[in-house]
Nanobody, 115 residues
Framework: QVQLVESGGGLVQSGGSLRLSCAAS????????MGWYRQAPGLQRELVAK???????NYADSVKGRFTISGGNAKNTVYLQMNMLKPEDTGVYYC?????????WGKGTRVTVSS
């Protein structure tokens, strides 16, 4: 089993920045992918960004140029630097990890961007 714990959410004004962190623990062999998803009120959970163990990244179009994902390495941590935040970035952000075809999720951290 892999446990994921997120931190770093909060309330920020539009145009501001936040940095999310996620630490993985438990019986870890190798996390193939780590990433961040978010769920806004009334909407489905969506991918924000992910990074493979080789450092390959993928971003949602809506966050390209504003968010940066890092980590996902042997330290089993992943970060999401969020700049130029917009009210539409508001939601619960979940850390996710994949190991040998199994997906794991954190409990989420709330991000609120005020206009």
């Amino acid at each position: 089993q892999v446990q994921l714990v997120e931190s770093g959410g909060g309330l920020v004004q539009s145009g501001g920045s936040l940095r999310l962190s996620c630490a993985a623990s438990g019986s870890i062999f190798r996390l193939d992918v780590m990433g961040w998803y978010r769920q806004a009120p009334g909407l489905q959970r969506e991918l924000v960004a992910k990074i493979t163990s080789r450092g390959i990244t993928n971003y949602a179009d809506s966050v390209k140029g504003r968010f940066t994902i890092s980590g996902g390495n042997a330290k089993n941590t992943v970060y999401l630097q969020m700049n130029m935040l917009k009210p539409e970035d508001t939601g619960v952000y979940y850390c996710a990890a994949t190991e040998i075809g199994l997906d794991y999720w954190g409990k989420g951290t709330r991000v609120t961007v005020s206009s």
